[in-house]
Nanobody, 128 residues
């Protein structure tokens, strides 16, 4: 059974940093892709960052380019999102997503519809 467990969320002041982690169990994410999404109450879930696990190519939403970095730790089967220079508009629930065996596709890393496995989310709150 595939499980994604996020951690690392919290409350910070504007300009601060957080690192989110997503521990993957139930499969090895090689030759696949993973992403981070965020969602505010009443709004659609938006793609923040994505990474191809083979080769490490990354993509970012324009709103976070230069501030956020997605990365992998293959030994730990974990994906990270380093968030620097945080802004109040980054406040949201952050979700880890994966394309696991049995479905999904990596056609567009920032679109939620390709992913077939999701974590439960971790809250990030940035105060001004």
């Amino acid at each position: 059974q595939v499980q994604l467990v996020e951690s690392g969320g919290g409350s910070v002041q504007a300009g601060g940093s957080l690192r989110l982690s997503c521990a993957v169990s139930g499969y090895t994410y090689s030759s696949s892709c993973m992403g981070w999404f965020r969602q505010e109450p009443g709004k659609d879930r938006e793609g923040v960052a994505g990474i191809y696990t083979e080769g490490g190519t990354t993509v970012y939403a324009d709103s976070v380019k230069g501030r956020f970095t997605i990365s992998l730790n293959d030994a730990k089967n974990t994906v990270y999102l380093q968030m620097n220079s945080l802004k109040p508009e980054d406040t949201a629930m952050y979700y880890c997503a994966a394309v696991s065996p049995g479905g999904g596709n990596c056609a567009n890393l920032l679109r939620r519809y390709g992913y077939n496995s999701w974590g439960q989310g971790t809250q990030v709150t940035v105060s001004s």
